[in-house]
């Protein structure tokens, strides 16, 4: 590895003070002059049709300002890649809880009295919440009529796909690679089953939140718990229907997002309540809300079909995927459209299809969650394959390792693989649970079994541009600035990492600013672990522009050659000659300006490189920019008279790339083996028949405290893999295929101890006690008929 | 309707009208602009509103503001002492324990409560102490270190007092 002086180093995080001392200010903490609290009214039904709304009396209420319904917000609809919802419903209702009004007060207390008072008269519509019902030919119920009149927006290689008979349905994204039914004939082993995952929930400790101050100018200033950076800025001024420069969107700490603060949600509610009031508005979701109303997971159904060879090689794989969306398509179209790839970048497999679906539904909308559909498919994949090892007799670890994409391998999208590090993953990850050591026997109730997962994660194809500024300081301080959001995965210390080995200065001459469109540059946002990877390389761009600013000066000044110049801890020097340097001041005038120039602001784009897919097959040599990998190892106990699962070892080892804060990697790796641990034991959302949530809050739906997650040493974590090639110094991303491989592993190892797959998440008490007990009755009732035929 | 209510914060008095239904959280965030305390349920499930009342973590939220007049409420804002922070926080900072940093401020409280009562906690102690503290990123490994890390520190300390 180069030796670099900040790169792969364990530097403090630039936020952490701030953090832990309450100063840092998150999108709620901010309280400008007599500013007003929102609330919104959702609707009771989960389909029905606005017959009128009254808000007369809520108005009248002392300390209400305002109060808005369908009728203030504007005609055009919005959200997403289709253009299905308007900000508030206007004629029709489609989950419960979909917003109908919204009031804003002097404080919260009013707000929701007010609530109270609105009158809203429904006619209740017949409603399908299975998305298998939902998404079939001729569904009696259709949840939006107006489908194939709406604005469908292509975006980034992603695009809607209707088809007539199934009204429903938004999306049909393919995979054709080779030939299945010959695969499948040509297979000596196959192997099918019908996985589904749950609506989980992302749960960001900091629900939802948007505050907006229209300024004295006309201008509409938002501060939101957001994370899509500028891309949400363009979105809000069209959902708005104002001029974007109209539009200043900043989006300060994030108390976490995972997904789930990627669309507009809360905002242009409350941007239309501030306008209507002439001041500014905070509007907070409650945690009932972001249960219901902030996009958790879409749940997926994953028909799957595998056919192999007698030695274990795959030679055929058809999946057939249902998404169910609920009411709105969010960004479930591109969790659709890109999910796929969590199945077409960790194996070879010369034969495969992919037919991945998107329906409508009427329960609460969802989207994306910390790895865009990948966990979904990876966990129908890696589940069956362990089947399908035992069944063949061949080691879970072999089979895997013979089918593997390695450097070289041409996979089901039709890319050249490279930079893979999978098998190193998976070589750690075998060797920390010692597979070859014999089963540990029961234990009173206890079963023991260990499981293992591999998993993928792409990330951002197409032609995604990122722009990124650097400002040089005469004080010998950098200043980067981007739209990249800042929500705890630490983009505000790597970037900074990125530019002081790009200067070859002290870390703590670096300053980020950022996620505030009135003074950073493009940038989508935080995403799809295009972070490090996306910006790290905008980053490292502008410093370079910055830096040939700096010699240009300072060639005149030191009348050296721009090209026999460079630069560390604040000087520039010449090159083969370090006695002759000068430091920045000296480059520039006093009050820090230049005397030809202004100043020196480096700026520059990153652009990834492409080659559009085929529309029908989806193959390309060129699509993925790349892919972040892993494979993950857990020992379980499982009790068979309560069905509880004890996790006793946990490890976890990634390629992505060269990490750059190898510490702040470990937190990802550690925080997504612990939040998958919940996801695939006791995480989902529920509701009633009439499509209410039932288990909206922190004590019906439980995510993972201390005392469910591995101890300090059964949870081990760790990097293999090499640089990427086109990385920043090599690196990649890790937020998400950190989740994708936890699932799988949990669900082999509890396999593994009680003999039975269970192919639904989450793999409850109850669900593994009842699945133990029909074994036992099968078990019995076979026993029973043996002796009766002795008899 | 409103009363006027004494409340002793971060070791200063302040007099506020409040609603006799206004929970602490709110009266910390809205009305003193406490804004270290964060809101993450309003239901006492997550923790992220935890203050320390009397020494004792509890959360916020769960709290009615007129209940708190003669008590000594500290926040995450009144733990840095003259520019010097308490050896929790900077435990927090050294060990990597802090990612988006919302459930930070109640887990340091109610860390800061545990080692007042309990110097010299294993780790179990210290996970059954803080399952109150819910925290979506970190995975709780590195807050485990931290707290360890903060108790060495304040055995150093009163071993050189």
């Known amino acids: 590895m180069p030796d670099y002086k900040v790169i792969g180093k364990s530097p403090l995080r630039k936020d952490a003070y701030e953090k832990v001392t309450g100063k840092a200010v998150f999108s709620a903490d901010i309280h400008p002059k007599g500013m007003l609290y929102g609330k919104i009214l959702g609707s009771p039904y989960a389909h029905a049709r606005i017959k009128s709304i009254d808000v007369s009396e809520a108005l009248k209420l002392p300390g209400v300002v305002s109060a808005i319904t369908g009728k203030d917000c504007p005609d055009a609809r919005t959200s997403g890649y289709i253009h299905d919802r308007h900000i508030l419903c206007k004629e029709i209702v489609r989950y419960m809880g979909d917003p109908v009004a919204a009031v804003a007060a002097t404080s919260p207390e009013t707000a929701k009295a007010a609530l109270e008072l609105i009158k809203v008269e429904y006619e209740e519509l017949p409603t399908v919440f299975d998305p298998e019902e939902a998404g079939s030919v001729g569904c009696k119920v259709v949840i939006h009529e107006g489908l194939p009149k709406y604005d469908h927006i292509e975006f980034q290689g992603v695009w809607s796909s209707l088809e007539a008979d199934r009204p429903n349905q938004f999306i049909h994204r393919k995979i054709i690679h080779g030939d299945v039914e010959k695969g499948f004939k040509e297979a000596e082993y196959i192997i099918e089953g019908r996985y589904e995952l749950p609506r989980a929930h992302h749960c960001a400790l900091e629900p939802h939140v948007a505050l907006c101050v229209p300024e004295a100018d006309g201008t509409i200033s938002l501060y939101a718990s957001e994370q899509a950076g500028m891309y949400h800025r363009y979105e809000m001024a069209e959902a708005l229907g104002i001029d974007v420069s109209k539009m200043h969107f900043v989006a300060p700490h994030l108390g976490g997002g995972f997904g789930g603060k990627v669309g507009i949600m809360v905002g242009p509610i409350a941007c239309m309540l501030a306008i209507k009031a002439g001041k ?17 997971r879409s749940p997926g159904i994953v028909y799957l079909k595998d056919g192999y060879k007698k030695d274990g090689t795959l030679v055929a794989r058809q999946i057939r995927e249902i998404i169910n969306s609920g009411a709105y398509s969010t960004h479930t179209t591109v969790l ?45 994949i890696e589940s069956q394959m362990d089947k399908a090892a035992d069944e063949l007799g061949i080691g879970k670890i072999e089979l895997r390792e013979k089918n593997l994409l390695v450097d070289g391998d041409v996979d089901p999208i039709g890319q050249v693989t490279y930079d893979n590090g999978t098998m190193a993953c998976l070589k750690k990850a075998a060797a920390y649970l010692d597979l070859d050591e014999p089963r540990k026997p029961k234990n009173g109730p206890w079963a023991y079994g260990k499981g293992i997962s591999t998993g993928n994660k792409f990330t951002a194809y197409w032609d995604t541009g990122t722009v990124a500024y650097c400002h040089v300081y005469d004080d010998g301080y950098i200043e980067i600035r981007t739209m990249h959001t800042e929500m705890g ?116 784009t990153y652009l990834m490189t492409f080659e559009e897919d085929d529309r029908e097959t989806g193959q390309s040599k ?26 006793l070892k946990s490890g976890g080892w990634y390629d992505m790339g060269q990490p750059i804060n190898p510490k702040l990697v470990e937190l990802q790796l550690e925080g997504a083996m612990c939040m998958g641990v919940g996801q695939a034991l006791f995480e989902e959302m529920l509701f009633n028949k009439d499509g209410k949530a039932i288990n909206a809050n922190f004590r019906d739906y439980r995510i993972p405290t201390m005392l469910d997650v591995p101890k300090n040493d059964a949870l081990v974590s760790g990097f293999a893999g090499q640089p990427h090639r086109m990385g920043p110094y090599g690196a990649k991303g890790i937020g998400e295929v950190s989740l994708v491989p936890v699932m799988p592993a949990i669900s082999n190892a509890i396999r593994d101890a009680v003999g039975i797959e269970i192919k639904e998440i989450p793999l409850t008490r109850e669900r593994i006690l009842s699945a133990i007990n029909a074994k036992k009755a099968a078990e019995k009732a076979t026993a029973a008929a043996v002796e009766k035929k002795i008899a | 309707m409103k009363q006027i209510i004494k409340l002793n914060v971060n070791g200063l008095d302040y007099e506020i009208a409040a609603e006799p239904n206004e929970t602490l959280v709110d009266v910390l965030r809205e009305d003193l602009l406490l804004t270290g305390v964060k809101k993450g349920c309003d239901d006492g499930d ?8 009397d020494g004792k973590a509890v959360p916020s939220c769960c709290m009615l ?97």
């Open chain 1, 280 to 296: 500014p508005v905070r509007l907070e979701m409650t945690r009932d809300e972001v249960f219901i109303s902030g996009n958790p």
């Open chain 1, 336 to 380: 659709v459209s890109a999910g796929v790839y969590g199945a077409t970048g960790t194996y070879r497999c010369p034969n495969l299809r992919i037919d991945a679906t998107g329906v409508y539904t009427n329960t609460p909308p969802t989207g994306p969650y910390r790895s865009l559909g990948s966990e979904i498919l990876t966990f129908a």
């Open chain 1, 489 to 604: 995965q630490g983009a505000t210390t790597v970037l900074a990492q990125v530019a002081a080995e790009e200067f070859q200065t002290s870390y703590d001459k670096i300053k980020v600013v950022w996620a505030d469109s009135a003074v950073c540059p493009y940038d989508e946002g935080t995403y799809c672990s295009r972070g490090t990877f996306v910006n790290g390389n905008a980053v490292r761009l502008a410093c370079q522009d910055a830096k040939r600013q700096l010699f240009a000066v300072a060639s005149k000044i030191m009348e050296v050659p721009a090209d026999k110049l460079a630069t560390c801890d604040g000087v520039v020097y010449e090159i083969g000659n370090r006695d002759n340097f000068r430091y920045f001041y000296q480059l520039f005038e006093f009050g820090g300006y230049l005397r030809e120039g202004g100043t020196i602001i480096g700026k520059d």
């Open chain 1, 622 to 647: 060129d699509l993925i920019t790349f892919y972040s990998y892993g494979a993950l190892a857990f020992e379980v106990a499982v009790n068979e008279e309560t069905g509880e699962v004890r996790i």
């Open chain 2, 46 to 53: 997550c923790g992220a509103c935890t203050v320390l009342v």
């Open chain 2, 65 to 161: 503001a007129i209940d708190m007049q003669g008590k000594k409420i500290v926040t995450i804002e009144g733990l840095e002492k003259n520019g010097v922070l308490n050896p929790v926080q900077q435990a927090f900072i050294d060990q990597f324990a802090v990612e988006c940093g919302f459930c930070t401020p109640g887990m340091i409280l109610t860390s800061v409560a545990l080692l007042n009562e309990n110097p010299d906690p294993t780790e179990d102690e210290i996970r059954d102490a803080l399952r109150g503290n819910l925290c979506r990123c970190t995975g709780y490994a590195k807050i485990i270190n931290a707290v360890m890390a903060a108790k060495e520190m304040l055995k150093e300390q009163r071993k050189a007092s």
